[in-house]
């Protein structure tokens, strides 16, 4: 893994939020069919026919779990499935298996070297167009501008530093010497990206101009807001001299004159620019999105958090639907001043069906770690590791709530484990957790697919493996399944009981970027000032002009409150942001939690350089502890969590279960027998048995057999050793009974495996 993170390299540069959808800028079809390259610039109608066909080239920004442009959701350590395929590629990074042969995106380098070639023909003709007045003009120049540094955005972010070609028309008929061009640096390359943006806002409109017809085409705000993703980058340790840049990129120089490709020296400068960009989208107009209070069923507060009037408070808000609303289609993407610049997405759409389990029309595979689950906070804002009487955190399954409860309009129902009540809105927008209630409203009158509770262990029959049906696969292999944009009306029960169709709610927005981000930015930037600073940085009208900021916590806890009192929790207070390294931990916490499932947790590890100390992939829950290490345990860590209920929090069991997991991965290809495992634990044979069945739903001779297979199978796909050399290491004495084996469990030869 670390070497692939070399390797592709800085692909870690941008965040999936950073591209747009083909289709967010209209394409006229007629233009398209009767484009002639001679005639572009004759008109202005052409021009524009032009322009506006140039985004095609860009991918849906809202493919972020599977068949992703980048490697996406299942890269990261918030979203997981039990299975490999071409459609979710990511999750080669979490198995260690990615290399710069097998990335599906290659054509990419090319898709967007092409539209900066459109861009250039652009900016060099337009000035030829004889019906085009000069304020069409400076719109036009605007766009372009966008759309190359948005393109260059996109090479940087899969690609590393950049090709710079400037405003050259290049040649298609040159020889090789001609195109051997060297790479700008990271820096150069940031900051040749944020001039385009900068020249973008001279001329594109405002969120208050653009008209509602074209609301997903880039605002000010959008070029803007990428500015200040882009600087807090270049401030964040990975790319600002950090142990991180020094790891992976302190050999990596120019040979023409010996510059690091990455900063090598530590900045602190760096983190008040992406504190000032960040500032600039503040006096914008743009504001987190709430909903009303039900006065019928007002959401309960802790008695902690404030009661005055968002954004002092959340006394007149829901906190539930304030955040769930965003993303689930219940809101109007147009009317949504807290989206800087979202579309609509089909692939989100089609992506809550990994959610739905099978027995409802879904594939019920899309599976989030118990890692995240604790990250959620407790509805009075604590952690669960230090609960409050008032809200405890029970981690013992056997504990049941036993009324349901109404948190405003969402139902939380009877008989759901104690570890599960008590926690945020946040939690309840983003998590199905087990026992959770599914509405699925629109399905059908037949009382068996409405109105539902899922609890997903091993042996439910409509969430569990048990009813995977005829691929094993397509279950939850964590127990929690991410809910964040389903609608309670939202079904995909197609032919079942008396159900006629299935029924999404739709448009489902995809939040390219939204000003929730641009506040945790601003405050993780602010966070890292040193002293108070001024620096130059552009205005919404691309002026240059100089802003000064400083570590100030009445500011910091201003705008980080406004998340906080929005989702119905208290804000943080000056013991929280006494020390800047504390308030760090705070920030990130907020990031995993209110951007969960939005595309941006692969690169945050990345560009804190967490990601390398493995820092950000621990877990209280040994299984996706695993999960993460590496590839091989990986396997076993996805028996662990399908099995017949989840291990809880740290106990004596469960931290004899890991020595007993790390001891089987160092010993798998050893001839290994039930007494040597249970000699480990200091337990008997018999009660070995009957502990190991009981703590992972399978019998020990099963579990040891399922994880030398995997781990075969994952040797057959990355190297090239024999089939035989590879049954014998991983602990299969008899090749026959190998392959009898491994056909029984995966439905192929080990052979045809290989081929796949």
Known sequence: MKKLFKIILGATVGSTLLLSSCNFLDVDPYFEATFKEDSIFHSKKNAEGYLWNTPKGFPDAGAIWGNSWNPGESASDEITLKYQTNEFWGLQFSVGTINSRNLPIQNQWYDMYVIVARCNKMLKEVYNVPDMNEMDRRRYLGYVHFMRGYAYYHLLMNWGPLIIVGDEELSTSEPAEYYNRERATYDESVDYICDEFRLATQGIYSADEQSVNYYQRPTKGAAMALIARLRLFQASPLFNGGAAARKCFGTWKRKSDGAYYVNQEYDPRRWAVAAAAAKQLTKMGYELHTVEADAQNPYPLASNVPTANFPDGAGNIDPYHSYSDMFTGEGIIQTNKEFIWAMESSNVTNYTHHAFPVKFGGWGSMSVPQRVIDCYLMADGRTIHNSSAEYPYEPDFSRLTGES????????????????????????????????????????????????????????????????????????????????????????????????????????????????????????????????????????????????????????????????????????????????????????????????????????????????????????????????????????????????????????DTRRLKTVLQWISEHYAEKICVADAAEVCSFSSSHFMRWFRQMTGQSFIAFLNEYRLNTAAEALQTTDETVLTIASRCGFENLSYFNRIFKAHFGITPRDYRKR
């Open 405 to 652: 409860k109404k948190l405003g309009t969402y139902l939380l129902r009877e008989n759901v484990p104690m570890m599960y009540a008590n926690r945020s809105a946040r939690f309840y927008a983003s998590i199905g957790f087990p026992g959770r209630y599914w509405p699925m409203s629109s399905a059908s009158t037949d009382a068996s697919y409405v109105n539902q509770q899922f609890w997903y262990s091993h042996d439910d029959t409509n969430a569990g493996i048990a009813g995977a049906g005829n691929n094993v696969n397509d279950y939850s292999v964590s127990g929690y399944v991410p809910v964040k944009y389903i609608h309670p009306d939202d079904s995909w029960a197609n032919g079942k009981g008396s159900v006629k169709g299935a029924f999404v709610t739709s448009p489902k927005p995809f939040p390219i970027i939204r000003y929730g981000e641009v506040l945790l930015e601003y405050v993780e930037a602010l966070n890292r000032v040193e002293g108070t600073v001024t620096v130059e940085v552009s205005d919404n009208t691309g002026t240059l002009i100089e802003e000064t900021v400083s570590r100030d916590p009445a500011e910091m806890a201003k705008y980080f409150n406004m998340i906080r009192y929005r989702v119905g929790l208290p804000g943080v207070d000056a013991n929280d942001m006494a020390e800047a390294d504390n308030f760090e931990k705070i920030i990130r916490n907020e990031r995993q939690v209110e951007l969960f499932n939005e595309g941006y947790r692969y690169f945050d590890t990345r560009r804190w350089g967490t990601y390398l100390d493995e820092d950000a992939n621990s877990s209280k829950l040994p299984g996706y502890e695993l999960v993460i290490k590496s590839g091989l345990l990986r396997f076993l860590a996805l028996l662990i969590l399908h099995g017949k209920q989840q291990l809880p929090a740290e106990t004596a």
